[in-house]
């Protein structure tokens, strides 16, 4: 047994990022399985994915299932990744998962049976499943950590796949063409599931069908005009795409409904969840959540970092948000330019080195008046050296986050917003100072 589970744990990220299902397959086998038995809905996408994956977690729960969302990356604590029924999992239960791990993989290592070390992400999902059993969860969420068909959490055979949408990203692993990721992010597909997706495109959703056809696995495209977002902020859903399995036990429409999570694709994320939690309940025989309970349900679910709003004093407001690619940051924008009404607009901003920074600042650039650079305490870390190249001589650039926090905070004027965005280890780096700040729900 490691003498320290979560260090151990840590020390794995020194392998990296390592795709394939050779090894946690092995693993897992020598933990007996803990894949099997437990219904699963699996959710992979570009964007949304975590939102997405916390809104069937939630409908799951609302219907009285105990349910493990395994979800990633975490921002300030590795128990943010692993919760039951909306509550993170104690470091005590998390040191007992990770230590039959340990156990399992020194037997495998010792046999000959793990060629490699297995990596940080597959040491966690086995974790996960373990709690799932441990914690006799009835359903589980899981969160695909990069693409999906060679992804760790793709040994699950989940009965219900999620593909929330195609974008650019990770294309040093995915590849650098739309099909291509999406070939990638189809691999989740197993025979005989229920497929849901918000993606539209035609060449993309030939990609899934092409799947789907393969498998015998049936695919539900969601129309563009699901939710509808009205002045106060609330929604309108349209959850008519439920009724083939849920039959009338479920209403068709529900209005005025608010969303713990904020966002202009938040609404179409909300039906995509419930439909993926209806597809598995229907499944599993579970029963389906009141309207009243749904509508609780999805007010509660909460994200770190995710458009997280927080006041500051002198009547500013600080916008959280982890987006870490283009296809992100046009969203921010949108939501940015919704909050700040006209106010002056301070943006923090660092990215990791793979990430296309300009690219990510072209649509964040038109709303602010001030911008701060850092550089996240991450080995992938963009230098500063290399991010002003997109910006202004007179930018202001700190290597130390925390510098480049204090001076965002003096930049910003009274009544302003100050914007932290660009990726999840900057958030991390700065969590210490963003928590102490009153939220906004």
Known sequence: MAADPLAWLSARQRFGVKLGLDAVGTLLAALGHPEHGLPVVLVAGTNGKGS????VAATLTAAGERTLLYSSPHVADTRERIRLDGRPIRREALSLRLAEVHAAVTRLRRGRRLSQQPTYFEVLTAAALLQARAGHATAGVFEVGLGGRFDATNVIPAKVAVITGIDRDHTEYLGHTLER????????????????????????????????????????????????????????????????????RLPAHMTDVRLGLRGEHQGAQAVLGVMAATALLARTGGHLPSAKALRSALAGVSLPGRCERRRLSSGRLLVVDAAHNPAATICLAHEIRDLADDRPVTLLFGVLADKDARAMLKPLIKLVDTVILTQPKHPRGMKLKALKEFMPLHTAAFVNPRAAWRAALAATPREGVLLVAGSFYLLGDLWADIRRRPLIR
């Open 52 to 55: 997405t994956a916390a809104m």
């Open 181 to 248: 990721i999406a070939w990638n992010k189809a691999g989740i597909i197993k025979p005989e599931q229920d497929v849901l997706t918000l993606e539209r495109r035609r060449d993309l959703l030939r990609v899934f069908r092409r799947e789907c056809r393969s498998r015998g696995a049936r695919l539900t495209s969601l129309s563009g005009n699901v939710a509808r977002r009205s002045r106060s902020g609330r929604w309108d859903l349209d959850l008519t795409g439920a009724r083939p399995v849920a039959g009338r």
